[in-house]
Protein backbone atom coordinates (compact mmCIF):
# COMPACT_ATOMS: atom_id res chain seq x y z
CA UNK A 1 0.00 0.00 0.00
CA UNK A 2 1.56 3.79 -0.79
CA UNK A 3 -0.60 6.36 0.40
CA UNK A 4 0.54 10.18 -1.00
CA UNK A 5 -1.15 13.23 0.62
CA UNK A 6 -1.40 16.34 -1.00
CA UNK A 7 -3.42 19.69 -0.79
CA UNK A 8 -1.27 21.55 1.80
CA UNK A 9 -0.24 24.82 1.85
CA UNK A 10 0.11 28.56 3.19
CA UNK A 11 -3.39 29.43 5.07
CA UNK A 12 -4.36 32.34 7.16
CA UNK A 13 -5.68 31.73 10.26
CA UNK A 14 -9.30 30.85 10.55
CA UNK A 15 -9.17 29.86 6.46
CA UNK A 16 -9.63 26.60 5.64
CA UNK A 17 -7.81 23.43 3.84
CA UNK A 18 -8.90 20.07 2.46
CA UNK A 19 -5.99 17.45 2.55
CA UNK A 20 -6.19 14.39 0.42
CA UNK A 21 -4.51 11.17 0.86
CA UNK A 22 -4.70 8.92 -2.54
CA UNK A 23 -4.02 5.21 -2.00
CA UNK A 24 -2.44 2.63 -4.22
CA UNK A 25 -3.65 -0.83 -2.92
CA UNK A 26 -6.51 -2.10 -1.12
CA UNK A 27 -8.38 0.77 -0.21
CA UNK A 28 -10.26 -1.47 2.62
CA UNK A 29 -7.86 0.19 5.32
CA UNK A 30 -9.07 1.99 8.69
CA UNK A 31 -7.32 5.24 8.06
CA UNK A 32 -5.89 7.61 9.97
CA UNK A 33 -4.58 11.58 10.25
CA UNK A 34 -1.93 12.87 12.07
CA UNK A 35 0.08 15.52 12.91
CA UNK A 36 3.03 16.50 13.82
CA UNK A 37 3.97 19.84 14.81
CA UNK A 38 7.55 22.13 15.11
CA UNK A 39 9.15 20.89 17.82
CA UNK A 40 6.10 18.07 19.46
CA UNK A 41 5.69 14.06 18.78
CA UNK A 42 2.94 12.93 16.46
CA UNK A 43 -0.71 13.60 16.83
CA UNK A 44 -3.12 11.43 15.74
CA UNK A 45 -5.63 14.12 14.18
CA UNK A 46 -8.87 11.72 13.29
CA UNK A 47 -9.69 8.43 12.19
CA UNK A 48 -12.16 6.87 9.49
CA UNK A 49 -13.39 3.20 9.10
CA UNK A 50 -13.24 1.46 5.92
CA UNK A 51 -16.86 1.97 4.91
CA UNK A 52 -16.79 5.60 5.73
CA UNK A 53 -18.11 5.34 9.09
CA UNK A 54 -17.03 5.30 12.68
CA UNK A 55 -15.36 8.65 12.57
CA UNK A 56 -13.62 9.95 15.27
CA UNK A 57 -11.27 13.26 16.23
CA UNK A 58 -9.27 14.49 18.07
CA UNK A 59 -10.15 17.44 21.65
CA UNK A 60 -7.92 19.56 19.47
CA UNK A 61 -9.84 19.76 16.24
CA UNK A 62 -13.51 18.43 17.36
CA UNK A 63 -15.58 21.34 15.52
CA UNK A 64 -13.21 22.57 12.81
CA UNK A 65 -12.06 19.09 11.45
CA UNK A 66 -13.98 16.50 8.65
CA UNK A 67 -12.85 13.66 7.61
CA UNK A 68 -14.19 11.76 4.86
CA UNK A 69 -12.80 8.77 2.27
CA UNK A 70 -14.07 8.00 -1.44
CA UNK A 71 -13.34 4.80 -1.85
CA UNK A 72 -14.19 4.44 -6.00
CA UNK A 73 -11.18 7.20 -6.08
CA UNK A 74 -9.08 5.41 -3.00
CA UNK A 75 -8.76 8.34 -1.24
CA UNK A 76 -9.19 9.92 2.18
CA UNK A 77 -9.60 13.66 2.92
CA UNK A 78 -9.27 15.96 5.63
CA UNK A 79 -11.09 19.11 5.61
CA UNK A 80 -9.98 21.64 8.24
CA UNK A 81 -11.58 24.42 9.00
CA UNK A 82 -11.36 27.65 11.17
CA UNK A 83 -7.78 27.18 11.13
CA UNK A 84 -5.41 27.89 14.20
CA UNK A 85 -1.75 29.10 14.12
CA UNK A 86 -1.14 25.67 16.60
CA UNK A 87 -2.52 23.55 13.32
CA UNK A 88 1.12 24.19 11.57
CA UNK A 89 2.04 20.76 11.46
CA UNK A 90 3.37 18.40 8.49
CA UNK A 91 -0.03 15.75 8.55
CA UNK A 92 0.17 12.70 7.39
CA UNK A 93 -2.31 9.79 6.92
CA UNK A 94 -1.55 6.46 8.02
CA UNK A 95 -3.30 2.74 7.07
CA UNK A 96 -5.02 0.44 9.52
CA UNK A 97 -5.73 0.79 13.21
CA UNK A 98 -2.33 -0.39 13.81
CA UNK A 99 -0.88 2.18 11.66
CA UNK A 100 1.16 -0.01 9.30
CA UNK A 101 1.10 2.21 6.34
CA UNK A 102 2.37 6.11 6.34
CA UNK A 103 2.51 8.69 3.54
CA UNK A 104 5.49 11.05 3.12
CA UNK A 105 2.97 14.15 4.48
CA UNK A 106 1.73 17.29 3.22
CA UNK A 107 2.82 20.55 5.28
CA UNK A 108 0.32 23.19 6.55
CA UNK A 109 1.53 25.99 7.19
CA UNK A 110 -0.93 28.61 9.46
CA UNK A 111 0.35 32.47 9.22
CA UNK A 112 -0.97 35.96 8.27
Known amino acids: VQLVESGGGLVQPGGSLTLSCASS??????MNWVCQSPGKGLERVSGIGSDGSGTDYADSVKGRCTVSRDNAKNTVFLHLNSLKSEGTALYYC????????WGQGTQVTVSA
Open 25 to 30: GSTFYY
Open 94 to 101: AAATTFDY
